[in-house]
């Protein structure tokens, strides 16, 4: 399209003649929200619904203040700097129709590693109510087999020694509610957005474990005055590609840097309880509960477990993207066989929640063949995810003589998946994990021994001394071995 206009506050004007854009006055924001870990997942999910609040009912105190603390965030730092905080939200339906929004709600953006100092003022300003978190299952740095928090981390041992250089969402955190607490100012909220099955709780834990090490009197106030409410988050975002660069482009003659895509489907679940005062997210389709625990259990264990299931066993068979798999009827019925039989009996009663119509609605929104979300991408950081989606599934399978077949062979397939890295077709896989290389240090001892890649105890605690688990597995990773033909071992089971 001829007439490309740069994504930016000055061009905001020309720019809502082509697509819908914020009509609120952004300059008149304040950052009522600091939110760490600002990727496609948050700009998609948390500043979409505050973006309608804002929209809709002129509300100006809950901009949010974007915050990354590691070098990574170096990137989406610059370019929504340049574009004044402006993205656009491609929303793409299962029909083909695509949706074309800009967001406006995130104000600012600052860099830890570049100014800490500047971070922890932000963070300790009175407009600070709340701090918000999408910092992925590793950024808590606990052990996943105990929970335990890893005082070995050289950055936090850094931030014991030196609290007034934080390195990590620890440091950050303590540090500003220390001063916010000496300058007599009430406590934020700490709210993580993470797919980490009682996300409030594990914050509160790994926090409190750390301030009582660092601070012991800070400890003490952070547990009288910061609350820590569990919330559910869902919503897929695949990562933004060049061709959804391009579209905006060639579509609408609009230059975004990094627009994020996402399927239509939101949801977000939140304990109500907050330490100083909230958005009224409710207006704009947020679910406040008193008890969101039973809502996180089954998305968890079905939404994001069954992708899980599909990415490792996908990968393996050659599959790219998710949908794909949806393509493949072996696929489907051993995804809801999986849902069905081994996840279902073990979640707990969710009000207003009919299981198999949300299990349809999940099918359907893997198959979606717009959103094209990567099997990679799905399988990124394993190590973090399965253990908290799919191996407690499993374990609580064990302990109620419940079904454990589906899961045990996703467990051999990624223990040939860490071993091979390659496809059934001997194609390379692209392996994204923290632990890759304990992954396949220990996956490649398992034609010598064949537990040794369950005996990591971090992420399989005692599995590997379970008779049960132990024999079906020792006997599926050698048949996988033998012949890395997934889906013939999937069609067994179906």
């Given at each position: ?417 860490s071993d091979k890295g390659v496809d059934k077709n001997q194609q390379s896989i692209e392996i994204i994990d923290a632990m890759s290389n304990e992954l396949h240090h220990a996956s490649k001892q398992t034609q010598v021994d064949p537990l040794a890649f369950v005996k990591q105890e971090s992420l399989f605690g005692n599995l590997a001394q379970n008779d049960r688990f132990r024999n079906l597995y020792v006997d599926t990773v050698r048949k996988i071995y033998e012949d890395a033909n997934i889906k ?7």
């Open positions: 399209m001829e007439n490309t206009m740069v994504l930016n506050q000055k061009n905001l004007a020309a720019i809502a003649d082509r697509i819908p854009c914020p009509a609120y006055d952004r300059s008149e924001l304040t950052a009522g929200m600091v939110h760490i870990g600002v990727g496609g997942f948050h700009r998609a999910h948390q500043a979409f619904y505050t973006d309608n609040l804002l929209g809709e009912y002129g509300v100006s105190e809950w901009g949010i203040c974007g915050i990354g603390l590691r070098e990574g965030d170096r990137k989406i730092h610059d370019i929504l700097k340049n574009q004044d905080g402006l993205y656009t939200l491609i929303v793409k339906h299962p029909d083909g129709t695509i949706e074309s929004k800009i967001m406006g709600s995130l104000v600012d953006f600052l860099l830890g590693i570049d100014n800490p100092v500047a971070v922890i003022d932000r963070m300790a300003h009175p407009d600070t109510k709340i701090v918000s978190l999408t910092i992925t299952e590793g950024g808590y740095n606990f052990t996943a087999s105990t929970g335990e928090f890893d005082f070995d981390n050289p950055d936090i041992q850094h931030e014991l020694k030196h609290p007034d250089n934080p390195k990590t969402v620890y440091g950050f955190l303590t540090a500003s509610l220390k001063k916010r607490r000496d300058a007599g100012l009430p406590a934020f909220t700490i709210m993580s957005c993470d797919n980490i099955q009682h996300n409030g709780d594990v914050a509160h834990d790994m926090l409190l474990t750390f301030a009582k090490r660092q601070d012991a009197a800070l400890a003490d106030w952070i547990e009288q005055e910061v609350r820590f409410p569990n919330t559910m988050v869902d919503r897929i975002t695949p990562v933004t590609t060049q061709a959804d660069i391009d579209y905006l482009q060639d579509t609408h003659g609009i230059k975004d840097e990094w627009p994020v895509t996402c399927e239509p489907f939101i949801q977000w679940v939140v304990e109500d309880k907050f330490s100083n005062g909230r958005p009224e997210f409710e207006k704009v389709g947020v679910q406040f509960v008193p008890n969101v625990k039973p809502y996180e259990k089954m998305k968890l264990r079905l939404l994001n477990a069954g992708h899980s299931v599909l990415g490792i066993l996908g990968a393996i068979h050659g599959h790219k993207t998710i949908n794909a798999c949806l393509e493949d009827e072996t696929f489907v019925t051993y995804l809801r066989a999986f849902m069905d039989k081994e996840a279902s009996p073990v979640l707990d009663a969710v009000e207003g929640i009919d299981l198999n119509e949300y299990k349809d609605s999940l099918v359907a929104r893997f198959a979606n063949p717009n959103i094209k979300d990567s099997v990679s991408r799905i399988c990124s950081e394993s190590s973090a995810k399965l253990p908290k989606f799919l191996i407690s599934t499993l374990e609580e399978n064990l302990a109620r003589g419940g079904s454990i077949q589906y899961a045990t062979l996703v467990i051999a397939t990624w223990c040939y998946y013939k071992y999937m069609q067994d089971l179906i």
